[in-house]
Structure formats: structure tokens, C-alpha cells
T-cell receptor, first 111, second 114 residues
Framework: GENVEQHPSTLSVQEGDSAVIKCTYS??????FPWYKQELGKRPQLIID?????GEKKDQRIAVTLNKTAKHFSLHITETQPEDSAVYFC??????????FGTGTSLTVIP | NAGVMQNPRHLVRRRGQEARLRCSPM?????VYWYRQLPEEGLKFMVY????????ESGMPKERFSAEFPKEGPSILRIQQVVRGDSAAYFC????????????FGPGTRLTVT
């Protein structure tokens, strides 16, 4: 099956700086890569996703890039705000059914 | 349009008891997925169900765990004879169709085994 690795496990940035979280995947058949934000004690919420036929996708301060050759994808958050503090999970799937999740990155934005 | 509902939100069971976790998918969704999240870990896939069918249970432990999604009513994840290692957050997600790629998560049930 698919194996998704995520780095770093913790990340602290000053408010206004950028944050980058990276994930690698093992199965070249994976074709959908969502990112979820999970605040403490709450449900994971989809914040952005990318399909394998696209190299980059942007939504306001959030962007995701995908390198299919290297089998890695990254989440970029610009102009970080304290409310961006949360745990972020990447995931990959090739069926659309079973998602394989990374181990999460705990992001802290320091005011 | 209500989101994915799970109940109970918190469940405490003694070792050896049974735990029943319920998940009601979003309106119009007929596909349900269960994931387990151990403390400070990512979500691990357990099982994928469609109404009255188990499609993929490759992530389910072989013993004590079972899942169903009847024609009427919520999906149920059942854990028999719970052990301390079963303590985790259990999330379900739903999607409108097979392979739709969008999964919407419920708030989770936090199971504590004492």
C-alpha cells in the first residue's frame, strides 16, 4: 500500500512569516492529495487539495505544489496568522476511497 | 445541510466491555469511511462501507472490530472486549459516491478505555 511521510513534525513561525510543510508518497499511482487542518479536539477539515494532473494550486494565502516525478507535495501558507496554528495532515490516495495520511505537522504561529 | 454526525463524542469503557460508535453521513452521501487516530499520530484507515456492503476492510484489526452500515440508520463501528490500546479518536468520513475523492469528516468519538 501507499506510504506517506510528512515533515517537519513541529513548526514554529513568527506571525507574518511563511510556513512550508512537505510530504512524500511512495505509490506513483496516487492521484489525489488533500491537506487537512485539525484544531485541538476538532474534526479534520479539508483546506486545499490537488490532483495529479496539476502542478500547483492556490487559494488566497494557501498553496499546494506537486512534483510527480519526485513524488512529493508541499503546503505553503503565506502571511501566517495566529489562527493558522493547528495540526496539518497531508494525505494521498489512488482510489478516492482509502486515504493514506501523514503523521501530521503541529504549526504554531507566534504573535 | 448538516455535516457528518458522530455520537457519542466521548465514550469511556472498562476493559472487556463493548464500545459502539455511530456515524451519520452527510445528507445525500451513501459512502462511509472509518479512521482511527492514536494520540499524536495521523489517521489510519480502517474500513469503507456503502449501504449494506463492506467495500474495503483492509485496515480493520482481525479480531474484536466490526462495522456495518444498514439500509436505514447510521453506520456503526463495534469494538468488543475493549483493551487499553483501543483508546483513540475514531473519525468517520462520508462521500457522495465511490471514488469521489472528497471525504468530509465528522467530529470524532474519543474512546477511553480504563
Amino acid at each position: 500500500g501507499e506510504n506517506v511521510e510528512q515533515h517537519p513534525s513541529t513548526l514554529s513561525v513568527q506571525e507574518g512569516d511563511s510556513a512550508v510543510i512537505k510530504c512524500t508518497y511512495s505509490d506513483s499511482a496516487s492521484n489525489y492529495f488533500p491537506w487537512y487542518k485539525q484544531e485541538l479536539g476538532k474534526r479534520p477539515q479539508l483546506i486545499i487539495d490537488i490532483r495529479s494532473n496539476v502542478g500547483e494550486k492556490k487559494d488566497q494565502r494557501i498553496a499546494v505544489t506537486l512534483n510527480k516525478t519526485a513524488k512529493h507535495f508541499s503546503l505553503h501558507i503565506t502571511e501566517t496568522q495566529p489562527e493558522d496554528s493547528a495540526v496539518y495532515f497531508c494525505a494521498a490516495t489512488y482510489t478516492g476511497n482509502q486515504f493514506y495520511f501523514g503523521t501530521g505537522t503541529s504549526l504554531t504561529v507566534i504573535p | 445541510n448538516a455535516g457528518v454526525m458522530q455520537n457519542p463524542r466521548h465514550l469511556v469503557r472498562r476493559r472487556g466491555q463493548e464500545a459502539r460508535l455511530r456515524c451519520s453521513p452527510m445528507k445525500g452521501h451513501s459512502h462511509v469511511y472509518w479512521y482511527r487516530q492514536l494520540p499524536e499520530e495521523g489517521l489510519k484507515f480502517m474500513v469503507y462501507l456503502q449501504k449494506e456492503n463492506i467495500i474495503d476492510e483492509s485496515g480493520m484489526p482481525k479480531e474484536r472490530f466490526s462495522a456495518e452500515f444498514p439500509k436505514e440508520g447510521p453506520s456503526i463501528l463495534r469494538i468488543q472486549q475493549v483493551v487499553r490500546g483501543d483508546s483513540a479518536a475514531y473519525f468517520c468520513a462520508s462521500s457522495p459516491s465511490r471514488g469521489s475523492y472528497e471525504q468530509y469528516f465528522g467530529p470524532g468519538t474519543r474512546l477511553t478505555v480504563t
